[in-house]
C-alpha cells in the first residue's frame, strides 16, 4: 500500500496520530531526496566540467558513476505488496553496507531489498548490525 492510501485509510478510520506520523515521515523523506538529488546533480556537473578541463589536457575520459554514491530510495514497493519504508539513519546504513559489497552482492541486496516484507527487514536489520560493527 502506497503512502496515500495509507494516509486515507487513517483518515477514514479515525487515526489521526499515525496520519500525522506518516506524513511527517513521508514529507521528511521527500526533503531528503531532494536535497540527495539536488547534492548528486551538482557533484554531476562539477564532474562534468571536471572532464571538459582534463579532457584538454589529456584524453583519458573520466566515469561518472564511479563517483556517485548509492543511497537507497525512502519506501519501496515489495513484490508481496506491502510497502517498506526506510528512515533516514536506516538509509545511511544500507547504503554504507552496500558499498562495501562486491558487484553480485550488490545486485543481490537490492533484489532481497524489494523481494518481501521479511527479506526488507532482514536487510535493514543486517545494515544496521553493520553500523554497529564499525561504530565500535
Do not use: W
Request: aromatic residues 6%; charged residues 35%.
Amino acid at each position: 500500500m502506497n503512502t496515500k492510501k495509507r494516509l486515507i485509510e487513517f483518515i477514514l478510520h479515525g487515526k489521526p496520530d499515525k496520519f500525522k506520523s506518516v506524513l511527517k515521515e513521508e514529507i521528511s523523506n521527500r526533503a531528503t531526496d531532494f536535497i540527495y538529488n539536488l547534492m548528486l546533480n551538482e557533484r554531476k556537473e562539477l564532474l562534468t566540467k571536471m572532464k571538459s578541463i582534463e579532457s584538454c589536457e589529456s584524453k583519458q575520459p573520466i566515469n561518472v558513476q564511479e563517483n556517485t554514491k548509492f543511497y537507497p530510495e525512502s519506501s519501496y514497493q515489495l513484490r508481496d505488496g506491502n510497502v517498506g519504508i526506510l528512515d533516514h539513519n536506516e538509509r545511511e546504513n544500507i547504503s554504507k553496507l552496500y558499498e562495501n559489497l562486491n558487484t553480485n552482492n550488490k545486485e543481490r541486496l537490492l533484489k532481497v531489498l524489494t523481494e518481501s516484507q521479511q527479506s526488507f527487514s532482514r536487510i535493514i536489520k543486517l545494515a544496521n548490525l553493520e553500523n554497529k560493527k564499525d561504530l565500535k
